[in-house]
């Protein structure tokens, strides 16, 4: 990358200088920002308020990638905003925003520059759930907004006018280096918003880049407090790591700081005990596969995704692949598993329908494995509604643990299978409103774990 000396920023407590880079020591040109995303930066300059693309956009846009958002800080009020903006709605309870809506259902998100909390001024650590993100809609200036933000990598801002990068926050060095750094002291900012450990471990995970001493040392000192955070939130950040293409990274990061434990602490006697270091192996071989398949574009859907991840932990439980399940012996099996998914994925809140395929997956490996052995695939099985998705769990196993990579027409067939069951699969409504109660209450958080999981 090129690098320009720039201004270096002063320390929080003072009047910060921000560096100034400019458009011919950068890599971003206005050609890779999204259409729309200008449009929305030149109405709000011509109407003579400052603007500039913010965050992860400016990001990714200087690592040479494509951003999924392009987000815009502003110093025009929300109600500015949507005087300005007619196709626009004002969101958040924490943080409003406003959302600019452009044809083909395209989403710009603005947000009015925000001040720097109290808390993160001079503000003590009280770690309740009260206090644990609480809203801050005080508005402030262009730097307070950068200084507010979790990591360097993120405080970066675009300006249009003179096509410059603005960094108040040390993050360009900090990508020339290849180092995720909390914005400010670590141990504030994640007592703050312990989410931010999260966004931490994935960073560092997508981008192959290292995590700053103190950083990591935050991180390690307060991954408990995770569950301090509503569970909705986590499972969110969750399932964005799932769905990326750098899922192995971020899982091996989550387990060496002990993030992933927190999240399933079920799976800690597991790794823990003789034996524990091959399930580990296991597992982050079945996400390597995951990941070759998401980044070749094939989008796994959730429950699979799910299944997966537990898969590990139930051949270590349940001694699953010896098992040869005979008559009623299956049922009463798929039973059991139902109830400990119920107990272990509970307050999560994900769809019955989708522990139901994940109890499927879990139980009918063992027949796929001695059908795939005898080469033997009885028509019974084909036709029935879960065969392609069980036979692409089934697959996705024998590449992590043989090597057996899936063959391009079954994986084809596999995918276009399950979204056609998923486009046509009747609602929970339907389903279920002969049968009575839906199935047995989630346990509570206070039963171990941050989403209720017991170990």
Excluded at 123 to 145: F, H, K, R
Excluded at 219 to 236: A, F, G, T
Aim: charge should be positive; proline fraction near 6%; include cysteine.
């Amino acid at each position: 990358m090129p690098t320009d000396p720039g201004t270096a920023s002063t320390p929080v407590d003072n009047a910060p200088i921000p560096r100034i880079i400019p458009r011919s020591h950068h890599p971003i040109s206005r050609k890779n920002i999204d259409r729309e995303a200008l449009k929305v930066l030149y109405r709000l300059r011509d109407a003579g308020y400052e603007a500039y693309l913010v965050g992860g956009g400016v990001r990714d846009l200087y690592l040479g990638k494509t951003p999924q958002d392009f987000d815009i800080s502003t110093s025009a009020k929300p109600g500015q905003l949507r005087k300005i903006f007619k196709n626009s709605r004002l969101i958040g309870r924490r943080f409003k925003l406003v959302q600019v809506f452009f044809h083909g259902g395209k989403i710009i998100e603005v947000s009015t520059f925000r001040c720097r909390s109290e808390f993160d001024l001079n503000g003590s650590v009280n770690n309740t759930p009260e206090n644990i993100l609480a809203a801050n809609n005080t508005y402030g200036s262009p730097s307070d907004d950068a200084f507010r933000r979790d990591l360097t990598i993120n405080g970066l801002f675009y300006e249009i006018k003179n096509h410059t990068i603005i960094d108040y926050t040390g993050g360009v060095k900090d990508l020339e280096q290849g180092l995720i750094r909390f914005i400010g002291d670590p141990e504030r900012r994640v007592q703050r918003d312990p989410a931010r450990m999260m966004r931490v471990i994935r960073h560092g995970a997508r981008n192959n880049f290292s995590i700053e001493p103190r950083t990591w040392q935050a991180i390690i000192n307060h991954r408990d407090k995770l569950k301090l955070c509503p569970v909705s939130r986590i499972r969110d950040e969750l399932m964005k790591d799932l769905r990326s293409s750098a899922c192995t990274a971020w899982m091996q990061l989550a387990m060496d700081s002990g993030i992933f434990y927190v999240l399933f602490p079920f799976y800690q006697p597991v790794h823990e005990a003789p034996g524990g270091i091959q399930n580990r192996e296991l597992l982050l071989a079945i996400q390597a596969v995951v990941d070759r398949l998401h980044a070749e574009g094939t989008k796994l859907p959730d429950q699979l995704l799910f299944s997966l991840l537990l898969l590990p932990w139930a051949i270590a439980e349940y001694d699953l692949l010896d098992k040869n399940f005979k008559g009623s012996e299956f049922h009463r099996f798929l039973h059991k598993i139902r109830a400990r998914l119920d107990e272990i994925l509970g307050p999560m809140s994900i769809k019955r329908a989708h522990k139901e395929s994940i109890a499927m997956h879990l139980i009918t490996l063992p027949q796929f494995i001695r059908f795939a052995k005898e080469n033997n695939w009885p028509k019974w099985l084909k036709r029935k509604s879960y065969f392609r998705e069980c036979d692409l769990f089934f697959r996705i196993f024998s590449e992590a643990s043989d090597n057996k990579k899936i063959p391009e027409h079954i994986l084809v067939e596999s995918v276009q299978q399950i979204a056609s069951n998923a486009k046509h699969r009747p609602s929970r409504k339907h389903r279920y409103k002969k049968r009575g109660t839906p199935g047995p209450a989630f346990v509570g958080k206070k039963d171990g774990g941050i989403f209720g999981l017991k170990k």
